[in-house]
Structures are given as structure tokens and as C-alpha cells.
């Protein structure tokens, strides 16, 4: 019998950079910047936007440790399966899987509401959808060395995008075009609060930074390239950088958007259909510059363009920012699939059960393409192939359904980051445990006391970034979200986009332990242990994965010598053989 098709190693580290960033760099920068600015003025804007970058770094300081150590598939669920629980690493998977599916269909929203710019009708409108929805589909089915080279050039691409952006808000700033020089005006109001939205300055902070993360979700997207990487150091540098490049990225540009756009401008963009802040209200911070309304769009740069009556920038800015849009959404959509593909992979198609056997299907490998064709065709439909039909017999506006889907997408993201800091915490407290041990060739790298040379800036202070990340996560999902709340007004959109995804993930973490009766991974103070868990973890890096040329690529040098034995005197269990995932041994 042939073996069973597996996925390609070919990713070379400038794909995965361009992968990462083409799912962090959407359309979210452009609108949901206007949207913080709406409720907290530029001040508590920087402030949102800076909490939620300096989140993002102590997370990936945990995970680039990890990944470049482990580049696995499905990694994320892995790493919590070994040092946490196995139940929560399900949840995780799930939690990842709908958090990407979400953000796809948020990020096609926008992409097509951003046709409204040339007044497009709405039925026109759904038809674009649909359209980009399947050309994206496509571009997932074509293969990962067709998919990683668009996303390359649309990497190179967005960063020519937001170098222009950038430009483009100098220049605004200093009086290009028919409009006055701004300078500083709108920038000086610092912290301000919309009281439609908040009723204080420190509660509209509060609300910016859930609404900010949506923005940052994706640095963490390296790990899922990982088992499609070309080696194991492809990935070294974007998971080192990444966070930091988003954060200095977020600054700058959303910089130049509050120092043109006053933050009580009637064209940004509405939280859940609230009002913006009147231009009656007392202590706007400033005298109104711009007061027109009825713009042809809500994106920030297009709006600071328009206000100063530039002709055909805004326009060419609007397409630009449609395609970045689309191209997020295309690396949405590969990180759904991955994932969904990773979170069945062990499942067997002769299980006795029929629910299983079902989901065993989204594990199958593509002959030809080697992608996960059922995994890409599921995460398509489950959210994307309906939204039309909710926007029209529901009165949801299409902000409105965006609004939705990036607060889940976000909220579900922020709950595997902590699920990440928390097994990172874990994996650095059992290392300590047995630290005498750390010795050879072979368990040296995983040595931290003193530190060795690890693969991120900040090794030598963990586990404090990991806390933080942690800590800084679960204040998010279960304190800040909820601030949206407190004014009593549309209550039922909110809690839905504050609650749903958490009580779901509950439901299924508490349905897993009844049914299962496991119990946590215990710590234990025997080193066997966690040489086993090591070893399993390093059984799960395969190196009989197809290169570009169809040879295998060289064995990556052991993490943990391969001829130590258990503790039952026994050779270190590989993962399933599954008859899709065969190369995954």
C-alpha cells in the first residue's frame, strides 16, 4: 500500500514572516484604530494599543522558546497537552480553530464594506463576498509553495502598504494637498472618553484595549507554520521578532492617524451602532476642524485623506486596503485549517463511533496539493457561507456583524495565548525541578540555569513574561470585556461577543472531564517523567516530511537522545499512526 499523503516541508523563514504578518496586518489597523479613537480619544488609543503590544511580546517570548525547540504540528495544542492538561488541549484547538474562522469572515466583512467607498449596493455587495470568500479557498487548495509565495509578495506588499499610509500621514500633517497644517491640534486632547460609550476617561481605556487586541491577533501564527517549515531555524527569527515589529508598527502608524483625525470626527466608525460624541458636548479638547460628515468611509487614513479634500488618494488607499484585508483573511483561513487538521489528526476513520469517523475526514491530506482539503472546506463554511443571510433578515448592520466577529475572534485568541503562558510556566517550573539533570549534548539546550543562549530577547527574565502574559490575558477576557457592558445600552450584541466563547470553551472543558477523568499533568519530581514527556514531544518532530524536491531533509538533531529509555524500560511512545497523519510519527 502507498503511504498516505503528508503535508510539504518548504517554508523558508521569509515565508513564515510573511505568513505572520499577513495575518496580523488587515484592515484592522485602519478601522479599528478609528473605532478606539471614537471612545478614548488618542491618548487612550496609544495607551490600548501599546498594553496590547507589550501582551503580545510576553507571549511570543514563551512561545518562541518552545516552537523553535519543537516545530510541530499543531503545536500550541501539544505543548499544553504535555505540560497542562490533555482536555484543555482540546479546547485550545477548538478555541484557536473558531477564533481564526471568525476573523476570516471578519476580515471579508470589511474587505467588502470597503466597496461602499464607490457606493456600492448591498446585493452587489454579498455577491463580493461570496466571490472573495471562494477565490480564497482556492488560493488555500492550490498547495502551501503556491500560498507561501503569495503571501510573500502580499508580505512585501502590506509593508510597501503601511509605508505609504505613513508617508501619506506626514505629509497630511504638515498641510499637503488643499488642507491646513494640523501639527499637533488633535494629538494634545490625550485621554478622552465618549460618554455615549463610557462614562469616564479610565472606563474608556478600559473599553479600547479588548477592542484593540483584535489588532495584534496572528503574532503567534509562526507556530503554525512550524510543521511545514523548511528546518527548525526558519523559524528562530520571525518568532523572535514578530511581536516587537507589530508593536513598533501599531505605534507609528496609528500615531499618524490621531494627529490627523480629531477624535470626535462624525465619520469614524460606531461601537455596536453606540453614537459617536456630539459636537455640542463641552471639553472636545479643541475647536472643530473638520466637522463634515457622510464620508465615504470609516477607515481611518481614508477619512485624515478626505477631510483635507485630496481627490484620488483616498480611492487607491481603499483598494489597497481591500486587498489587505483579503489577504489576511487568506492567512485566517490557513491557520483555521492547520488547525482543525492538527486538532482530528489522530482520529481514525473505523472508529466505532459515527461522530468520529465524520470528523476523521477533516484530517485528510490532499494526493496532489498535500493540504488539508476537508479541514480548508469546513472552516469555510461554518461561518462564512451564512453571514449574508443574518445581515439582511436581522437588521445587523454590516459594522455591526464585524464588530461581532472580531470581539469572538479576539476573546478566543486571548484565551490560547494564556493557555500558552501558562504551559510555558509549567515546562520552565519542571526544568527547575530537575535542573541537575539539564546535562549532555542533548538536554544542555534545554538548560536555564545559568541561561544559554535561548531564542528570544527576554529568556533571561522567564518565567516573568509568561505571568504577565498570563495574568495580563485572563484580566482581558474576564474583566476588561465586560466594560462594554456597564452603560446598559445593546446588551444583547455585547454579551453575546463577551460570553459566548468562553462559556462554550467551559461547557466542552467540563463535558471532557466527566467524560474522560483525567485529571492535570502532575509536575513530578521524578526526572523519568519529564525525559518521557520531552521525548514524546521530541518524537513528534518528523523529519520524513516531503521537501520541495520530494527528498527528505536531513534529521534534525535530537532534542533528547534517542536511545535513552523510559522509566518502564521501554522506548519513548510515538505519537498515532494515523493512517492521514502517518508522517507524524
Not at 502551501?144 to 510573500?152: N, P, Y
Not at 451602532?273 to 464620508?295: A, R
Not at 485623506?305 to 483598494?319: D, E, I, N, R
Not at 527576554?458 to 495574568?471: H, K, M, R, T
Request: hydrophobic share 50%; glycine share 8%.
Amino acid at each position: 500500500m502507498d503511504p498516505a499523503p503528508v503535508m510539504r516541508r518548504i517554508l523558508r523563514w521569509y515565508h513564515i514572516a510573511a505568513i505572520t504578518i499577513g495575518g496580523i496586518i488587515g484592515i484592522g489597523f485602519a478601522t479599528t484604530s478609528g473605532q478606539v479613537l471614537a471612545i478614548a480619544g488618542p491618548g487612550g488609543t496609544l495607551i490600548a494599543f501599546s498594553v496590547n503590544g507589550f501582551v503580545a511580546i510576553c507571549v511570543m517570548e514563551g512561545i518562541c522558546e518552545m516552537i523553535v525547540l519543537w516545530p510541530i504540528s499543531n503545536a500550541m495544542i501539544e505543548f499544553v497537552r504535555a505540560f497542562v492538561d490533555e482536555d484543555l488541549a482540546i479546547v485550545v484547538g477548538i478555541a484557536y480553530w473558531y477564533s481564526w474562522a471568525c476573523t476570516m469572515t471578519a476580515l471579508v466583512i470589511g474587505a467588502a464594506g470597503l466597496l461602499s467607498y464607490w457606493n456600492i449596493s448591498t446585493g452587489l455587495l454579498n455577491v463580493v463576498f461570496f466571490g472573495c470568500i471562494f477565490v480564497i479557498f482556492l488560493i488555500n487548495c492550490s498547495g502551501i509553495l503556491l500560498f507561501g509565495t503569495i503571501e510573500l509578495v502580499g508580505g512585501i506588499f502590506k509593508l510597501l502598504l503601511i509605508t505609504i499610509i505613513f508617508i501619506t500621514m506626514i505629509c497630511v500633517n504638515n498641510g499637503a494637498g488643499p488642507g491646513p497644517s494640523i501639527g499637533s491640534a488633535f494629538f494634545n486632547d490625550g485621554i478622552k472618553n465618549n460618554p455615549n460609550v463610557a462614562g469616564s476617561q479610565f472606563l474608556a481605556v478600559i473599553i479600547a484595549i479588548p477592542i484593540a487586541t483584535f489588532s495584534y491577533t496572528g503574532v503567534e501564527i509562526v507556530t503554525v507554520t512550524a510543521f511545514e517549515a523548511a528546518r527548525p531555524k526558519e523559524l528562530r527569527w520571525p518568532a523572535k521578532n514578530i511581536a516587537y515589529f507589530t508593536l513598533i508598527f501599531y505605534v507609528l502608524n496609528i500615531g499618524g492617524f490621531i494627529a490627523n483625525i480629531e477624535w470626535f470626527n462624525q465619520n469614524l466608525p460606531q461601537f455596536f451602532s453606540q453614537p459617536l460624541v456630539s459636537l455640542q458636548t463641552p471639553n472636545l479638547g479643541h475647536t472643530v476642524w473638520f466637522p463634515q460628515t457622510g464620508l465615504r468611509s470609516s477607515a481611518a487614513p481614508i477619512i485624515a485623506t478626505l477631510q483635507v479634500g485630496m481627490k484620488t488618494l483616498p480611492a487607491v488607499l481603499a483598494g489597497l486596503l481591500m486587498y489587505s484585508g483579503l489577504s489576511a483573511a487568506n492567512a485566517s483561513l490557513y491557520v483555521a485549517s492547520r488547525t482543525l487538521y492538527g486538532l482530528t489528526r489522530d482520529l481514525a476513520y473505523d472508529d466505532e463511533r459515527f461522530l468520529v469517523r465524520m470528523a476523521a475526514k477533516l484530517n485528510v491530506i490532499s494526493p496532489g496539493t498535500r493540504v488539508p482539503l476537508w479541514s480548508l472546506l469546513f472552516s469555510v463554511l461554518a461561518f462564512s457561507s451564512w453571514l449574508p443571510f443574518i445581515k439582511t433578515h436581522s437588521g445587523y448592520t454590516q459594522a455591526d456583524l464585524q464588530n461581532t466577529f472580531e470581539s469572538i475572534g479576539s476573546t478566543g485568541c486571548l484565551l490560547v495565548w494564556a493557555s500558552q503562558c501558562l504551559a510555558f510556566i509549567r515546562y520552565n517550573k519542571w526544568l527547575w525541578m530537575h535542573k541537575e539533570k539539564l546535562q549532555g549534548e542533548h538536554l544542555q539546550q534545554f538548560q536555564r540555569w545559568p541561561q544559554q543562549g535561548f531564542s528570544s530577547w527576554a529568556s533571561a527574565l522567564q518565567p516573568g513574561p509568561a505571568y504577565v502574559g498570563l495574568i495580563s490575558c485572563l484580566v482581558i477576557v474576564f474583566i476588561l470585556n465586560t466594560a462594554s457592558l456597564w452603560n446598559g445600552q445593546d446588551l444583547k450584541s455585547k454579551a453575546l461577543t463577551v460570553f459566548l466563547g468562553p462559556g462554550l470553551l467551559l461547557t466542552i472543558f467540563l463535558a471532557l472531564k466527566i467524560v474522560n477523568k483525567r485529571g492535570w499533568v502532575v509536575l513530578d519530581d521524578r526526572w523519568e517523567k519529564l525525559h518521557s514527556t520531552l521525548s514524546n514531544l521530541d518524537g513528534l518532530v518528523n523529519p520524513d516530511i516531503q521537501t520541495q524536491s520530494g527528498s527528505n531533509p536531513p534529521t534534525p538533531t535530537g532534542l533528547i537522545n534517542p536511545d535513552v529509555q523510559t522509566r518502564s524500560g521501554s522506548n519513548p511512545p510515538t505519537p498515532s499512526t494515523n493512517n492521514i497523519a502517518e508522517g507524524e510519527k
